[in-house]
């Protein structure tokens, strides 16, 4: 694999695109034609997007905060246990019913972003029972943990 290629690939994974996506990405580029491709992407660099003026860009607010509690459950449920967004929604809402039954909060929304629903579930959680219950799931997931063997939370 050429590098030009490797690194569009990673861009793609980092901007968390699931395999159907990157499909249609590229049957409209495709479509499109090179020539029209290379005109848009001329004109948008140009636009001041670049990654050497990353102060010149504004976070989506789907995607994870730098140092967040939304970024560290991301980290351990999409990145460490090899999670899709999708994966980790439906995981980890189910944890967080059996751990707190009694609390009311937010239902995942894909379209919103998975980050977008941890710093949701802020309203009704602390961080740390948010990092605690990610953790859990993590220590499930990758080393085949039971209830009794995970960590306590202090209050």
Same mark, same amino acid.
């Given at each position: 694999?050429?590098?030009?290629?490797?690194?569009?690939?990673?861009?793609? &994974?980092? &901007? =968390?695109?699931?395999?159907? /996506?990157?499909? %249609?990405?590229?049957? =409209?580029?495709?479509?499109?034609?090179?020539?029209?491709?290379?005109? %848009?992407? %001329?004109?948008?660099?140009?636009?001041?997007?670049?990654?050497? /003026? @990353?102060? !010149?860009?504004?976070? !989506?607010?789907?995607? @994870?905060?730098?140092?967040?509690?939304?970024?560290?459950?991301?980290?351990?449920?999409?990145?460490?246990?090899?999670? !899709?967004?999708?994966?980790? *929604?439906?995981?980890?809402?189910?944890?967080?019913?059996?751990?707190?039954?009694?609390?009311? *909060? #937010? #239902?995942?929304?894909?379209? !919103?972003?998975? &980050?977008?629903?941890?710093?949701?579930?802020?309203? #009704?959680?602390?961080?740390?029972?948010?990092?605690?219950?990610?953790?859990?799931?993590?220590?499930?997931?990758?080393?085949?943990?039971? /209830? #009794?063997? =995970?960590?306590?939370?202090?209050?």
């Amino acid at each position: 694999m050429n590098n030009n290629l490797r690194r569009l690939y990673m861009l793609l &994974a980092a &901007a =968390d695109f699931h395999r159907e /996506e990157v499909e %249609d990405l590229l049957y =409209d580029l495709r479509d499109m034609g090179v020539k029209k491709v290379v005109s %848009d992407f %001329d004109k948008f660099s140009r636009s001041g997007f670049s990654s050497r /003026e @990353p102060q !010149s860009l504004s976070r !989506s607010h789907t995607q @994870p905060s730098e140092y967040g509690v939304d970024r560290k459950v991301y980290d351990l449920l999409v990145h460490e246990c090899n999670m !899709s967004a999708g994966q980790a *929604f439906v995981m980890f809402e189910g944890i967080l019913q059996e751990i707190y039954p009694e609390r009311k *909060f #937010s #239902s995942p929304n894909p379209k !919103s972003g998975f &980050a977008a629903w941890i710093r949701s579930l802020g309203k #009704s959680f602390t961080d740390s029972e948010l990092l605690h219950v990610a953790s859990r799931l993590r220590n499930q997931i990758v080393h085949g943990l039971n /209830e #009794s063997s =995970d960590w306590v939370l202090r209050e």
